[in-house]
Structures are given as structure tokens and as C-alpha cells.
């Protein structure tokens, strides 16, 4: 059962973080999400990751109409309310090719994920003294994107595109508007380290907070790294089920830690929204702050 048309209902608080510095929410959106604590504005870079999941560990459907995160939260507007605060918070969000293919009409701004608060989002940005939109990244090593998907032309976002070598050569073939920027920082291979992604994001201004939306490859190469120092993690009630042999993702794809190598979270944060849960994890272990934060 889906909630597309759902009204917003308040999501209740079950256990708070008490880390970070208190954020002043405008009123609505306080009352629709509680109180939001983020690392403070003059530490070093922070990178955190939001998803939403099923119960059964399922992140896409993979199916040609059903590839979206709404397929897997059931459009549920408390999720994508906390998409959008995520995101209005962010100084950028990175996502994968795999992630713009699914959605490739979309761009990755707060009120483009919940209009309905889009008000309260612009408030919040200016608050923070944060630019109108966050930088929107997309990280391609074949360069195989598409110039002319809003993302790159509506003049909505800002773009990078960090690709390879190869990946560049590519897309310069192509006309690109002037909010768009494409960057090789790999070499000819087709993973990019994603220390390097961040260091081109941290080099280019002061972003200091860093969504990373996935998807699930993207994501695997950061945990592969250790780069994600916190995991907002929205867990949807439904059993999505796998056929035997199909590719359904979860969260990580295309790395594996456990048993030798697993990164285990501690649970800092926890709000309920019906029967969706809405999780945050912190990796204390993470070598993004460090590193990226030297620059
Ligand atoms: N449930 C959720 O919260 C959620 C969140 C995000 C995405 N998703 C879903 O996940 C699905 C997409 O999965 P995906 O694993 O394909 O997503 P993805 O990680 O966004 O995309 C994979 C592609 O991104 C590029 N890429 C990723 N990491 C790279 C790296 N380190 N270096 C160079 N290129 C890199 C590659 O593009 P090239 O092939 O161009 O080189 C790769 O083929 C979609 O259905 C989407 O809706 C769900």
C-alpha cells in the first residue's frame, strides 16, 4: 500500500541524538520532524548518506517503471520530508549514473523532493547561509550521461560531473550549459576512488556537509573507503521478495566486508512515522573527516 496522496503527519521521537549543534527549524518543519542536531559549521567535512530500504534489504525494484526510492518507501511523504531537510542542510549531494538513470527527470534539491515545504526549506538554506541549491555531482566513469536531462540544463542546480579521462573526452563531445562542470579525476579506469571525489568537492568551495544519495555502488565504494561518518537510513514495512537470481540491490552493492572487514554503526537517532522507521547511524571509524578536512 502506497501513501502518495498522504497528508504530512509528525513523525514521533523515540530516541534523540544529542550530538552535533541544535539546528532552528522553521516552525512547520519542526513540528513535522523535531529537532535536527548537524556537525557544527566549522568542523571538518561530514559526509552522511540517506536511503530508504525495505524489510527485506531491498533499496530498488529494478524494475523499468518501479526503479525509484518511492517504489521502495511507497511515496511516503514523511520520507521524502526528510529527503528534503537532508538535502537542505547539504552543501552538495553526490549520486551514481545508476541513481540519475532511474530518475533522470529529477534534480537533487529539497523542494524538488517535497514541494509542499519548499518555503520552509529556502528558509532553512538561508539560515545556514547556504547557497540557493546544493551542488548537485554525479559520478560517471564512463561519461555515458546525458547533457540534456534537467540535472545539466534547467539551470536549477549547479552540476559537476566527475568522470575519467576517457569519461571527459566523452562529454565534451557534447554541448554542455554553463551550470554544468565536468572534471576528470580518474585515470582510464572506470571506478573512481571516492577519496578522490571528495577531495575535488572539498577543493572546488567550503562544503562542509556532504550527502551522498547513492545509489548502491556509489555507496559501496564510500563504506569500501570508510568515507561515510554518518547512514540515515528509512526503513519501509513492506517484503519486497527476490526471485532467485535477480539483481535486486541493497544497500552496498558491488563490495563486501563482513565477516573479515564489516563496518558496524552505532544507532544515535530513531523516529517513527507510522510504521516507517527513520534511522540514523553513526561510523566512528570513518576516515572522512581526517582526511577531507586536511584540505
Ligand atoms: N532506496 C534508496 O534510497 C535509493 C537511493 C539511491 C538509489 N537507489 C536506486 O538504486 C538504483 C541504482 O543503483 P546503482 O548501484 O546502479 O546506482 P549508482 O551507484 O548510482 O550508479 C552506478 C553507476 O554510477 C557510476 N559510479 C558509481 N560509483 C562509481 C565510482 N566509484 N567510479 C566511477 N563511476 C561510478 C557508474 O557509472 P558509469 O556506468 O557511467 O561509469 C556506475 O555504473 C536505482 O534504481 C535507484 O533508484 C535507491
Known sequence: MTDKKARLTSLQTLFETRRGTAVSLPPRLARRYGNLRIP?????????SNFVTTL???????????????????????????????RAVADVVIIGAGTLGADSRHVWTADAIFPELADEYRRL????????????VVVSGSGAVDLRLPIFASGKVNALILT????ERRLRREAA????????????????SPRAILDEVCRLRSNRLILVEGGPRLLGDFYAERLIDEQFLT?????AGRDD???????????????????????TDVRRGGSHLFLRYSFPGSRGRSQAGSR
Open 245 to 267: 537470481g535477480d539483481r535486486r540491490p541493497s544497500l552496498v552493492m558491488g563490495n563486501a566486508f563482513a565477516p573479515g572487514d564489516a563496518r558496524w554503526g552505532t544507532l
Open 235 to 239: 526503513i519501509a514495512p513492506q517484503v
Open 177 to 192: 550549459s554553463d551550470s554544468v562542470e565536468i572534471r576528470a579525476i580518474g585515470t582510464n579506469r572506470r571506478a573512481i
Open 40 to 48: 557544527s559549521k566549522h568542523g571538518p567535512p561530514h559526509v552522511f
Open 125 to 136: 538554506r538561508k539560515y545556514l547561509e547556504k547557497a540557493e541549491t546544493p551542488l548537485n
Open 56 to 86: 527485506d534489504g531491498v533499496v530498488s525494484l529494478s524494475s523499468p517503471k518501479h526503479a525509484s526510492g518511492g517504489d521502495i518507501s511507497g511515496f511516503s511523504a514523511q520520507d521524502r520530508m526528510v529527503m528534503g531537510l537532508l
Open 164 to 167: 575519467t579521462t576517457a569519461g
